[in-house]
């Protein structure tokens, strides 16, 4: 049996990320999927601008330790992946970018796992945008799909149906009250209005979130933050195409 593990947002917190993962006795045909904001490989919130030492160390120890096939989908924390240095790739049939041996999903694409199908929806509005501008922090114009972006999106999963959808924030209705925000002080949530509509035209049987920080399942909704989701399926394709 392969295994899928999806967990939440880490910031680059390895620490967090090694403590989850520890008594998983992960292997090399398992995967394991980050739904956003996750610091690896490219300037993020806690990382730092010149990232070379910190690579070579941290590359080492990841593969120690995580030997599965690493897939991340894109948060709002962290350059967007069509921006990022790195090589253009495909893993489970979806068009990616790969540095050291991580897979940075593009949004729109499917990854298809042993049969199952994962529709990538990632992105999403930082809501501390002007602190992060006020404080040099990071921040990213593309943190959020363009309008044509979301069109073209749309255009091609209308009507479709996918066995699990991974985004980094969710659909309007779906957001969680007590989490993160209180929905009166997020402004136009454009994203979660995009996958709202998403929502209501595509069909589903799950769907994962990070962004919220916070471990909940509502309906067919799963928030993940350091929660980790397991889903097992019965190895009857190559491992990457």
Not at 37 to 45: F, P, Q, R, T, V
Not at 111 to 132: C, M, N, P, T, W
Not at 156 to 180: C, N, Q, W
Request: with cysteine; hydrophobic share 35%; glycine share 6%.
């Amino acid at each position: 049996m392969r295994r899928v593990f999806i967990t939440g947002d880490i910031h680059g917190d390895l620490t967090s990320l090694f403590e989850r993962v520890k008594n998983l006795n992960l292997k090399k045909e398992d995967v394991l999927i980050l739904l956003g904001d996750n610091g690896l490989e490219y300037y993020s919130y806690y990382t730092k601008p010149n990232l070379s030492a910190w690579d070579e160390r941290v590359q080492k120890r990841l593969k120690e330790e995580i030997p599965s096939t690493v897939i991340c989908v894109q948060g709002n924390h962290e350059v967007p992946f069509k921006e990022m240095h790195g090589n253009d790739s495909r893993i489970f049939s979806a068009s990616a970018k790969e540095s050291n041996g991580i897979y940075f999903v593009h949004s729109g694409q499917v990854l298809y796992i042993d049969g199952k199908s994962f529709l990538v929806l990632g992105g999403a509005y930082s809501i501390d945008k002007e602190y992060r501008q006020r404080k040099n922090l990071p921040y990213w114009e593309g943190e959020e799909l363009s309008n044509n972006e979301m069109k073209e999106i749309f255009s091609k999963i209308r009507g479709k149906k996918f066995d699990y959808v991974l985004s980094h924030t969710s659909p309007r209705s779906e957001m969680p009250k007590e989490a993160l925000f209180d929905l009166d002080e997020e402004p136009e949530a454009r994203t979660e209005n995009f996958l709202e509509i998403v929502k209501n035209n595509i069909e589903f049987d799950r769907w994962f979130c990070g962004h919220f920080h916070i471990n909940k399942t509502q309906g067919k909704f799963n928030f993940l933050l350091d929660g980790v989701e397991t889903l097992e399926f019965s190895k009857d394709q190559d491992f990457a195409v």
